[in-house]
């Protein structure tokens, strides 16, 4: 009888041990989320779409970018993604933005193509 008390004690032990690791453990992932919440707010962005204007070599790419921005006001981005060189501008929500946007630019530019990407909401 003492043996299974004594068993008996020492499950409880440790279920309460487990317990309380448990806890912090909950803790500390509640507090990483916390943190992951502040960080999306003060850095918004999600899935959305920006028009490609330019897929190519340095040179071109800063002449494109300058010519778009000069014709429609607008900032143009240009990114480096080896071993080319990109013209991307907009933070479209919808596909459907995107599209309206693209008509009107590939009057000028009319390689242009509207991709999906992460943006700045």
């Not at 041990?17 to 707010?41: A, D, H, M, P």
């Not at 970018?65 to 990109?86: D, G, H, I, R």
């Not at 693209?102 to 943006?119: G, M, P, Q, R, W």
Request: glycine share 4%; charged share 30%.
């Amino acid at each position: 009888m003492n043996t299974k008390r004594i068993l008996f004690t020492a499950l409880i032990s440790c279920l309460a041990f487990s317990t309380t690791l448990l806890g912090q453990e909950t803790q500390k992932i509640n507090e990483v989320l916390e943190q992951k919440r502040v960080y999306n707010k003060e850095n918004p962005t999600g899935i959305g779409y920006r028009i490609q204007l330019y897929n190519g070599n340095e040179i071109r790419a800063y002449k494109i970018k300058n010519e778009f921005q000069v014709e429609f006001k607008l900032k143009a981005t240009l990114l480096y993604e080896s071993p080319e060189w990109k013209v991307r501008v907009g933070n479209y929500k919808t596909r459907l933005e995107a599209d309206r946007a693209l008509l009107e630019i590939s009057k000028k530019f009319s390689s242009a193509v509207v991709l999906e990407t992460e943006i700045e909401l």
